[in-house]
């Protein structure tokens, strides 16, 4: 390498030779755009940094914001679920006991699993891999692995924006997203229980919806099916429980809830017969009638009841007969006239031989307002009596505490005059009490005998002043 006078050249790694006074500037250059670079590396990793933390939290403020709900874009896999505002109930995927089969039910959110709801009692998942999501009509469907829908709601409304809500009393519904009125579902779980009553939940038809809401039990611990099962009330009073039996296809009495006694089977003994357990036999017929069928009557089938001996006239001659302590008949057939008084319904009633027994609806009017008004009047008369005796209490005891603060008083004059009237003895320290400790002010002169206070002496009757000399005070 060829050497200049005076300048010498240093290679630099760029391999480029320069002048070594230009060494210092042209490292300052490298470093400085070195730096540049990397401080533009951390701003931009900073932005991107501070950009994901916000939407990490915007993210999280959603998700959390819907733990409770499920939108027509958002789903449930089996192993997820969600839980209601409260944190008391949650939905999701479960297999009961030893089965092996996946259901979609609702239980409480503690240590132990308590299922109080499930969808899918009769269409069981074979497979872990179910889906829970709401359609863009409302619908709540459950899916299998094919995507093929196992259960589904059915919801005859429809909604604009559908979302599925657990709300915190383990209610699942299906409701308008657009719709203020929170309580307007286009469906719910509480309308079909399952063998679990939760507070808010009702039994019974809804003539309005048609919807029957009833509740039944699982087979078994690992469910497999549902025992169809129902109470009925019969037409003579007795509720009886009957089992659906799949291989017969048909029902089956289980349980007959039997009445306390005969009297309380309805029509026990038919119509216009009377029943009384105290009496053997406990049938029989009312005053002018007989057994319709007498041997059967004989043999203890009253249920044919009884008929008149003679039949009514309606005209004249007949009369009407009261029975006390008996139960109402069936009314459902009667009809009710306010504007009669009981004798005038009797007169109508004789007059149609169709009515055959009449009775009294409640109290008569004009005996009510007088109950009321004798009610009201004996109500004030208690309330002035009782006012009347606090007031006289309270000022005898007001008259007592006077007596105890200020000692009696006495007006009678009689007793002043039975006074002895003898002069009163005092000692010594009455006395300098009275003259103020003989005060120049109580003196009254000085005589032969010494000097003369004048005391006032307060007795029960009136004020004595009395002087007194002759007091020799010691000194």
Known sequence: ????????????????????????????VFVQKKYT?????????????????WFSLFTILIISSAIDTITATQSIRDGETIVSTGGSFEPGFFSPGNSKNRYVGI????????????????????????????????I??????????????????????????????GNLVVRDGNDNNRENFLWQSFDYPCDTLLPGMKLGRDLET???????????????????????????????????????????????????????????????GSCNIGNSPECGCLKGFEPKFQKRWDAAYWSNGCVRRTSLDCQ???????YSGIKLPDVRNSSFDRS????????????????????????????????IAASVILTVMLLLGLGLTLYLLKKNKLK??????????????????????????????????????????????????????????????HADYWRIANVTQST
Not at 114 to 135: C, F, H, Q
Not at 148 to 168: E, K, M
Not at 316 to 322: A, I, P, Y
Request: proline letters at 3%; hydrophobic letters at 35%.
């Open 1 to 28: 390498m060829k050497r200049l006078k005076k300048k010498t050249w240093k290679v630099k790694r760029s391999s480029v030779f320069v002048p070594s006074r230009h060494i210092a500037s042209i490292e300052f």
């Open 37 to 53: 670079v990397m401080r533009s590396k951390r701003t931009l990793m900073e932005g991107f940094t501070i950009v994901l933390f």
């Open 107 to 138: 239980w409480y959110k503690i240590s132990t699993t308590t299922v109080v709801w499930v969808a899918n009692r009769e269409s069981p998942l074979l497979e872990s891999s179910g889906v829970l999501k709401v359609t863009n009509q409302g």
């Open 140 to 169: 709540l469907t459950i899916l299998n692995g094919n995507g093929s829908i196992i259960w589904s709601s059915n919801s005859t409304r429809a909604g604009q924006n559908p979302v599925a809500v657990l709300l915190n009393s």
């Open 210 to 272: 048609g919807i029957h809401r009833y509740i039944s039990s699982w087979k078994s611990n690992d469910f497999q099916s549902t025992v169809v099962t129902r109470l009925v009330l019969n037409q003579t009073g007795k509720v009886q429980r009957f089992i659906w039996i799949h291989q017969t296809n048909g029902w089956s009495l289980y349980l007959t809830l039997l009445p306390l006694d005969d009297s309380d089977d309805y029509a026990f003994c038919g119509a216009h």
């Open 316 to 322: 004249k001659g007949d009369e009407s007969l009261k």
């Open 340 to 371: 009669m008084n009981l004798e005038e319904c009797m007169m109508v009633c004789l007059k149609n031989c169709s009515s055959l027994q009449f009775g009294k609806v409640g109290s008569d009017r004009k005996k009510q307002k007088r109950y």
């Open 400 to 461: 007592r505490q006077a007596k105890l603060e200020h000692g009696p008083e006495r007006s009678d004059s009689t007793e002043c005059k039975k006074e002895d009237l003898e002069l009163p003895l005092f000692d010594y320290a009455t006395i300098a009490d009275a003259t103020e400790n003989f005060s120049v002010s109580n003196k009254l002169g000085e005589g032969g005998f010494g000097p003369v206070y004048k005391v006032k002496i307060l007795t029960n009757c």
